[in-house]
């Protein structure tokens, strides 16, 4: 009996398969088209890039990828180098090593808070080519993640290259481009102060 109806089975084409009234029909190309755009949500995702969002100033948001984020901080005693350069905020031990913290709102001409001086601020440990540095925000709002190809290119200010941004992602949040900030010839402190390590 099972031979038989396998040998029905194998007589047919595929198009006999197929549904053949029309509500049939419709409900197939709906799944159809729900598997098809699974499949293209499951390609971006795996393709997003994790970040973590935070604010300087009042309500300007910026995001730092977590592949060259090592460590938030808060609340940590900052102390303050002599002659440094205006977008030094200080250096702080980390575990006995000295790490140079940079003031992002100087960087990016954004005015202080007035209770500035009363605010918790954090500090996000960074990496990129064997350097570690400090950049001192506001607060620390989320994490998020974005496409690469979906990011919007960085806005025109004047003073602030293009180049320390990779994007906007929804149009609120600057994708801060760690490699280039730290390897700017304009940022970096000359030889007899050096503490960037």
Do not use: C, W
């Not at 309500?59 to 940590?76: A, D, F, R």
């Amino acid at each position: 009996m099972a031979i038989k109806v396998k040998q029905k089975f194998l007589q047919k084409s595929a198009a006999d398969l197929m549904p053949q009234d029309e509500n049939a029909k419709r409900i197939l190309l709906k799944r159809a088209h729900l598997l098809a755009n699974g499949e293209k949500h499951q390609t971006k995702s795996e393709t997003l890039t994790q970040y973590i969002r935070f604010r300087l100033g009042k309500k300007q948001l910026y995001g730092i990828h977590y592949e060259k984020t090592e460590e938030v901080m808060n609340n940590t005693l900052l102390t303050p180098v002599p002659h440094a350069p205006f977008f030094i905020a200080g250096v702080i031990n980390r575990r006995g090593s000295l790490i140079t913290i940079i003031d992002l709102k100087k960087i990016f001409q954004i005015p202080p808070l007035e209770e500035e001086k009363n605010q918790n601020q954090y500090i996000i440990i960074v990496s990129s080519a064997k350097k570690i540095v400090g950049m001192l925000v506001d607060d620390i709002e989320e994490s998020d993640a974005y496409h690469p190809s979906l990011l919007d290119p960085p806005i025109l200010s004047q003073g602030i290259s293009t180049e320390f941004f990779l994007g906007i992602h929804q149009g609120t949040t600057a994708i801060i481009n760690v490699d280039t900030i730290l390897s700017d010839e304009n940022l970096r402190l000359n030889a007899k102060t050096e503490v960037i390590k």
